[in-house]
C-alpha cells in the first residue's frame, strides 16, 4: 500500500511487455504444481442487509491514522455501517462517502484480522469487485505481525491487490520490506486489455511460502517474487504471521486525490475472503 | 474558438462538394447471407471505408477536408485533414463536415465510435460525433469542445444505445472554427465503431441530470431539454456525450395531467401533478421535470381597442412593435428567469424568480405621443405575500436615443394590494397623465418591472393605447 514509482523506464517497458505477452496468451494454460489447500478461515459475509462484519473474525482501524495512515490519505474510517455493512446478497460492501467527517472530508472503512486470523504462509483469496474514479483506492493486503521486528517495514507488507481508481483495469500486487518498500517495492501489475476490475468481480490471490511469493488474477498467475530475488534486495521478512487487510481508502500520494468530477459514493463489494494452509 | 452547435444541416453543400469513395469493396461470401445491412465498423483506416460519401458544412472552406498521405497515424498509408481557415477568410468560416453511406449500416454490435487525432496547435473541435446523415438525422451522438494536443490521441464516442443503429448511415461528422482567430490543422485517423469492454456506467440524463418542477395549465406545452449521456472511460473521465432526443423513451407518471411524446414535448392536459422521466435502453436518466398544472388557464381578457388605435409591445391581439428583448437579464443584480409559455396559441409572459426585469425596444425608439395610456395584464400565481409591491417604469431614452446621456425621463408607479391580487388577471389601464415624471414619451424606449415579494407573475397585453 505504498507509494510506487518505477524508478527506470527500462524496468516499466519489461513490465509492460510481460504483460502484453500475457495478455495475448490468456487462453493459454500455465502448468502449475498442484496444490492441495485445506481452508482455514474464511469469511462468505451471508449476512442481512445492513449487518456489520463479524466481530469474532474483524476488527476496525478507526479515524485517520498518523499522516493519513502514512500516505497522506484523505478519507476517515469509521465503523458505521453506511461505510460497513452486508448488503444481503451475500457480500460486504466497503463504502467511500464525500462527507465532512470529524476533521476529513471523506468517510470511509478499513477491517482486518489482527489479532484472529494470523497466519504464517498460506493462500489468502478474496473475490471482489472494485471502486472505480480518480482517487479512489482499494486494497486487500496484510501485514507481517511480527514481535521482534514491529515496525514498518521489518514487520513485512503484502500487497495482494490495490488499484488507483482511473486505471480501473489495472491492479498492482507488492510487497514490501527492509530494502524495498515505500515508492521501491517489489511489485507486478495485472492489466486487463477490454474489461475493467470495477464492473465485475475477480478473485485475487496470494500464495506464499518459505521460498516465493505468488500472485494470481482469477487463477492465472501472473507475478512471482523469489525469495533469492527478494534478499538481493534486502531481507527476506516473510517466515513470520501476517494477518489480512480490506480497504478503501481516498486520495494520497500513491494516485493523487479525487476531483470534482469523481463519482461518490464509491463501492467496493467483497464476496469472500478466505485463507488456507498447506494440506 | 467559435462553436458551432447550430449546424444547418439542411442547408449542407452536397452539390458542390461530393466525393464518391468505393475503395476496396470486395465481395465477401459473407455478403450474401440474410443480413441486410453491412456491419462495417470501418469509417476511415486508410481511406474511405466502402461507400462512404464526404459532404462539407454549408460556410464552411468546402476545400478545408482532404485525404493526407504524409502525415498519418503510426505510419500508415492515409489520414483525414482538416485545415479550419483564419477569421474573415472569404473562403469560408469554419471547416467541417459529414461522412455517411447511402445504404445504412448495422452498428447495433458496436457500443463507440473511435478515432486517433492530432492537431498542429492546441485546439478545440466544435462538435466531432456521429449520426448525421443528410437525411433525418435521427440519431447523432457527438462530444463538444474536444480538445485536441498536438500529438496522435486516441478519442473515443460512446454510442448511446447501439441497439437503435441498425440502419445508421452517419457514420462520422466534425466542425471546428478557427482558435482565437486563427486557422489551424488538425489530423483525424483510424476511424471505426469498436466494441470496447472498458466503457462503463451508462447514464443518460434529462433536464441536465437536475428535478425541477414547473407550474402549469391546460394546452401549455414544452419541451424536454438538457439532454445528454455519460460514460465512465478507462481513462478515468466521465464522457458527456450530447444525445439526440430520438435515444430516449419518455414516460409521464400522470398521463391524465401531462403526456410526453417521443421527441419529449410535454403537453399537459388537466389538473393534478405529473413527473416526466425518461430512459435510455432501459437505464432511467438522471433529472426529471414535475409539471403542476393548476388546470383550465383563464387566459387574460382578449383587447378590444382598434388596432389603430394600439402601440404594442406583447400582446397576440395585435402586431408587436420591434421588441430587442423581453428580459434583459441585467447583471448583476437580476434574479428573474423567463419561462414564459404557450396556451392554446396565446403566448404568455412569465417572469419567475422575480425581483426586476426590463423590456426593451429602443431600435428604434417608439413615440407614443399620441396615445394615452399604458395596458397591461398582469396574474399573480399561488397567493398574495405580505407586503408585496409592484412597480412599473416606464424610460424614455430622450432625443439621443440611447440610455444615459442627460435627457433620459422615468416615471414609476407602485401597485399594492388591494390593486394587486393573486390567481386573477389585474387589467392596469395608467393615463400618462398619472406619470408626472415622463415629461416626454416620444422615445419611449424601456418598461422596467421590479417588486417586493411577488417572486412569479404572468404578463399579457402589454400596449400604448389611445381612447
Not at chain 2, 437505464?283 to 394600439?310: C, D, E, I, R, Y
Not at chain 2, 397623465?433 to 397585453?461: E, K
Request: glycine fraction near 8%.
Amino acid at each position: 500500500m505504498s507509494n510506487l514509482i518505477l524508478k527506470s523506464a527500462a524496468k516499466y517497458i519489461a513490465i509492460s511487455t510481460l504483460l502484453v505477452t500475457m495478455s495475448c496468451s490468456t487462453d493459454a494454460t500455465q502448468k502449475l504444481d498442484k496444490r492441495n489447500w485445506q481452508l482455514a478461515w474464511s469469511d462468505e459475509f451471508n449476512g442481512t442487509l445492513g449487518e456489520s462484519p463479524d466481530a469474532t473474525k474483524w476488527v476496525y482501524d478507526i479515524g485517520t491514522g498518523d499522516n493519513g495512515w502514512g500516505n497522506k490519505e484523505l478519507q476517515y474510517y469509521t465503523n458505521r455501517p453506511q461505510n460497513i455493512s452486508m448488503d444481503g446478497a451475500g457480500n460486504l460492501v466497503i463504502t467511500a462517502i464525500k462527507e465532512n467527517f470529524q476533521t476529513a472530508s471523506y468517510t470511509s472503512a478499513r477491517i482486518k484480522t489482527k489479532g484472529i486470523l494470523e497466519q504464517k504462509y498460506g493462500r489468502f483469496e478474496a473475490r471482489l469487485k472494485t471502486p472505480y474514479g480518480l482517487g479512489l483506492w482499494p486494497a486487500f493486503w496484510m501485514l507481517g505481525d511480527n514481535a521482534e521486528f514491529p515496525t514498518w517495514p521489518t514487520c513485512g507488507e503484502i500487497d495482494i491487490m490495490e488499484l488507483r481508481g482511473q486505471q480501473p483495469n489495472i491492479i498492482q500486487s507488492s510487497i514490501h520490506g527492509p530494502g524495498y518498500y515505500g515508492a521501491d517495492p517489489i511489485t507486478g501489475k495485472n492489466t486487463l486489455i477490454d474489461s475493467r476490475y470495477d464492473t465485475d468481480f475477480h478473485v485475487f490471490a496470494v500464495e506464499w511460502d518459505e521460498s516465493k511469493i505468488d500472485f494470481f488474477v482469477d487463477d492465472y498467475l501472473f507475478k512471482r517474487i523469489e525469495r533469492s530475488e527478494v534478499e538481493a534486495r534486502g531481507n527476506w521478512v516473510f517466515d513470520h504471521p501476517f494477518y489480512m487487510i480490506l480497504n478503501v481508502a481516498v486520495g494520497g500520494n500513491f494516485l493523487g486525490n479525487p476531483n470534482s468530477l469523481t463519482p461518490f459514493p464509491q463501492k467496493m463489494t467483497i464476496d469472500y475472503v478466505r485463507a488456507y494452509k498447506k494440506g | 474558438m467559435k462553436t458551432l452547435s447550430s449546424i444547418k444541416f439542411n442547408r449542407i453543400v452536397i452539390g458542390l462538394f461530393t466525393l464518391l469513395f468505393f475503395l476496396g469493396c470486395q465481395n465477401d461470401d459473407s455478403d450474401l447471407q440474410v443480413a441486410k445491412f453491412s456491419k462495417d465498423p470501418n469509417v476511415f483506416i486508410d481511406g474511405f471505408s466502402s461507400g462512404l460519401i464526404y459532404a462539407a458544412f454549408s460556410g464552411t472552406d468546402i476545400f478545408a477536408f482532404q485525404v493526407d498521405n504524409k502525415v498519418t497515424y503510426n505510419n500508415t498509408s492515409a489520414s483525414m485533414r482538416f485545415d479550419v481557415p483564419n477569421v474573415n477568410d472569404p473562403a469560408g468560416s469554419y471547416a467541417g463536415g459529414a461522412f455517411f453511406t447511402a445504404v445504412g449500416r448495422d452498428l447495433s454490435s458496436y457500443n463507440a465510435l473511435t478515432f486517433w487525432a492530432k492537431s498542429s496547435v492546441a485546439s478545440t473541435l466544435g462538435v466531432v460525433g456521429f449520426g448525421i446523415d443528410l437525411g433525418a438525422n435521427t440519431y447523432p451522438a457527438s462530444l463538444s469542445n474536444l480538445r485536441l494536443s498536438t500529438v496522435w490521441k486516441k478519442y473515443t464516442i460512446p454510442i448511446p444505445d447501439a441497439s437503435k443503429l441498425k440502419t445508421e448511415k452517419g457514420m462520422f461528422y466534425i466542425s471546428a472554427g478557427p482558435e482565437n482567430g486563427n486557422g489551424f490543422s488538425f489530423w483525424i485517423d483510424e476511424v471505426k465503431f469498436e466494441n470496447i469492454g472498458t466503457i462503463a456506467y451508462p447514464q443518460p440524463s434529462i433536464n441536465g441530470g437536475l428535478d425541477t418542477s414547473v407550474t402549469s395549465f391546460v394546452g401549455v406545452s414544452a419541451t424536454v431539454t438538457g439532454l445528454a449521456s455519460t460514460f465512465n472511460l478507462l481513462n478515468g473521465t466521465d464522457q458527456v456525450v450530447t444525445t439526440s432526443v430520438n435515444y430516449f423513451n419518455f414516460a409521464s407518471s400522470n398521463t391524465a395531467v401531462a403526456t410526453v411524446d417521443s421527441q419529449g414535448v410535454v403537453s399537459t392536459v388537466g389538473p393534478g401533478t405529473a413527473v416526466i422521466t425518461a430512459s435510455i435502453g432501459g437505464v432511467q436518466a438522471k433529472g426529471s421535470l414535475t409539471v403542476q398544472s393548476l388546470g383550465a388557464f383563464a387566459a387574460a381578457p382578449t383587447p378590444v381597442k382598434p388596432a389603430a388605435n394600439v402601440i404594442t409591445i406583447f400582446s397576440n391581439a395585435y402586431t408587436n412593435a420591434p421588441v430587442e428583448y423581453y428580459n434583459g437579464y441585467w447583471a448583476p443584480y437580476q434574479t428573474t428567469q423567463s419561462a414564459d409559455f404557450n396556451v392554446n396559441g396565446d403566448t404568455v409572459l412569465n417572469y419567475t424568480n422575480f425581483n426586476f426585469v426590463g423590456i426593451q425596444f429602443s431600435q428604434p425608439t417608439i413615440n407614443v405621443t399620441a396615445m394615452t395610456h399604458m395596458h397591461l395584464d398582469l396574474f399573480i400565481p399561488g397567493t398574495l405575500a405580505s407586503g408585496a409591491n409592484f412597480k412599473i417604469q416606464l424610460v424614455d431614452f430622450g432625443a439621443d436615443g440611447v440610455y444615459g446621456g442627460t435627457d433620459d425621463k422615468s416615471h414609476t408607479l407602485t401597485y399594492t394590494s388591494p390593486t394587486l391580487v393573486a390567481k386573477n388577471w389585474i387589467s392596469l389601464d395608467v393615463p400618462f397623465t398619472n406619470m408626472p415624471s415622463l415629461t416626454t414619451r416620444a422615445h419611449l424606449a424601456q418598461i422596467i418591472f421590479s417588486g417586493t415579494n411577488v417572486s412569479n407573475f404572468y404578463a399579457d397585453n402589454i400596449y400604448f393605447y389611445k381612447n
